[in-house]
C-alpha cells in the first residue's frame, strides 16, 4: 500500500468512526478531530461557530499566493437506520480487501480526507517555495438538510478564486447541478363519522383531483431539457391523511419532490405550484395551501471554465474518466459557491454516488488515493496558470 494510501486510511477511518448524523447535527466531534489533526501538522484551522455555537465547522488557509482554490466537503451524514441491517458496524470504519465500509465514507468523509491530506500538502509547498497559490478547506456541516454551512463559510471571508465540492463523481468533472424543491401541499376537507360520510367533505377524494392536476404538471416539466441535466421532475412523493378507520379526513396532505434545470428559478416554481392550486380551486371548488418545505437551487457555470478543463484533463490523464462534459442530478453545495459567492465551482471527487445513503456504504481506498494525485496534479496545473 502506497504512502498516500495508508495515510488516507488512517483520516477516513478517523472521520467515519466519529458518528455525525443529521439530523439531529452532530458534528462537533469530527470538527474537533480535524481542527487538531491540521494543528499537530502546525497548520491553523479555525473552529467557525457560525451558523450554529454548538456545531462548529472547520476552516483553513494556506498559502499567500494567487489564485485561491476552495476545497469543500461536508462532514454531517444521514442517519445509518437500521443498524442490524449493516453487515459492517456503520461506525467501525471496517477495511476488507481495501474497501472501507461505514456511513459517510462515500457520501462524503473521503472527500473530506482528500481534501485535508491536500491542504497540507500544499501548506509545505507553498512554504518551501515550490509554487505560489492559496488553498482554503471547508469542513462544512449541514448539507444533508440545506442549512447553510459552506455559505456561512463563504461569507465569512474563506472563499477564493475557484472552488471544488469534493462529493463522490468517480472523479468526472460536473459543472451543473439540478435543484430541487420540496412541497407539501394540504388539501382541505371537513370530517363526519364514515357511517354518514356525505355529511362530510373526504379530504382523500378532493386529494384525487390535486394529484390529477400534478401529474399533468410533470407532464409539462418533462418537456424541459438540459444538456447535461436531462428532464425537469415534478414527483409525487407521499400522502398523508386520516387520523381513524371510521372517520372521514378533514385534510390530506400532499408531497411533491420538483427537480429542477439551471434555466428555471424557484421563485417561478412557487409560481406554478400556486396557479396549479388556484385552478383546482375554481374549478372544483377545493381549497387547498402549499408551502415549501425545502430547497436546493440548481447551479451552472461554463462546460470550458479552466477549473474544469483542468480537471477533466487530469482524470482522464491519471484515471481514465472520461473529458466529456457532465452535469450531475443530485444536489451539492456547490451552489452556494456559483449563486450566492459569484465562484467558479465544480463537482467532483472520489467514490460513487450511487452508495450515498445506502445500507453498507463503502469506497475504494485505491481510488481515493487516485483521486488525492489527480486532486494535487490539478491544483499544480491551477496554480502554474497563473
Known amino acids: 500500500m502506497s504512502t498516500h494510501s ?93 474497501t472501507l465500509y461505514g456511513r459517510g465514507s462515500a457520501d462524503m468523509k473521503t472527500g473530506v480526507a482528500v481534501g485535508m491530506l491536500a491542504t497540507a500538502d500544499f501548506a509545505s509547498k507553498f512554504e518551501e517555495g515550490d509554487l505560489d497559490g492559496s488553498v482554503v478547506f471547508h469542513a462544512a456541516i449541514g448539507e444533508e438538510t440545506a442549512e447553510p454551512g459552506t455559505k456561512a463559510l463563504l461569507e465569512s471571508g474563506y472563499d477564493g478564486d475557484y472552488g471544488v465540492v469534493l462529493e463522490p463523481t468517480g472523479m468526472r468533472t460536473a459543472t451543473s447541478e439540478k435543484g430541487l424543491a420540496w412541497y407539501e401541499i394540504t388539501v382541505a376537507g371537513s370530517p363526519s363519522h364514515a357511517s354518514h360520510p356525505d355529511q362530510g367533505d373526504n379530504a382523500i377524494a378532493n386529494a384525487r383531483l390535486v394529484l390529477d392536476t400534478l401529474e399533468r404538471y410533470d407532464e409539462r416539466v418533462r418537456e424541459r431539457e438540459h444538456d447535461l441535466l436531462g428532464r425537469a421532475f415534478a414527483t409525487t412523493t407521499r400522502m398523508d391523511a386520516g387520523v381513524k378507520e371510521n372517520v372521514i379526513p378533514e385534510s390530506a396532505t400532499i408531497t411533491v419532490d420538483r427537480r429542477m434545470l439551471p434555466s428555471e428559478d424557484v421563485t417561478d416554481v412557487d409560481a406554478e405550484i400556486d396557479s396549479l392550486l388556484a385552478d383546482v380551486e375554481a374549478d372544483h371548488g377545493i381549497r387547498t395551501e402549499w408551502e415549501r418545505t425545502r430547497t436546493y437551487a440548481s447551479a451552472e457555470i461554463p462546460v470550458d471554465s479552466p477549473i474544469a478543463e483542468v480537471f477533466r484533463e487530469r482524470s482522464a490523464a491519471t484515471a481514465g474518466v472520461s473529458t466529456s462534459p457532465w452535469g450531475i442530478e ?23 454516488l450511487d452508495q450515498a445513503h445506502t445500507v453498507d456504504e463503502c469506497i475504494d481506498l485505491g481510488e481515493a488515493t487516485t483521486a488525492l494525485e489527480v486532486l494535487e496534479a490539478s491544483l499544480t496545473d491551477l496554480f502554474g496558470r497563473e
Open 330 to 352: 443530485a444536489s451539492t453545495d456547490v451552489r452556494n459557491f456559483v449563486n450566492d459567492a459569484g465562484i467558479p465551482a465544480i463537482t467532483w471527487g472520489p467514490g460513487d
Open 6 to 98: 495508508e495515510r488516507l486510511e488512517r483520516v477516513v477511518s478517523a472521520l467515519v468512526s466519529r458518528e455525525t448524523e443529521n439530523p439531529p447535527g452532530n458534528e462537533a466531534a469530527a470538527a474537533e478531530y480535524i481542527a487538531e489533526w491540521f494543528a499537530e501538522r502546525g497548520i491553523d484551522a479555525d473552529l467557525v461557530e457560525e451558523p450554529y455555537p454548538d456545531r462548529p465547522q472547520v476552516a483553513v488557509r494556506v498559502g499567500g499566493g494567487d489564485p485561491t482554490v476552495v476545497l469543500n466537503g461536508h462532514i454531517d451524514v444521514v442517519s445509518a437506520g437500521d443498524r442490524s441491517a449493516w453487515t459492517h458496524d456503520p461506525y467501525g470504519a471496517e477495511v476488507v480487501d481495501g
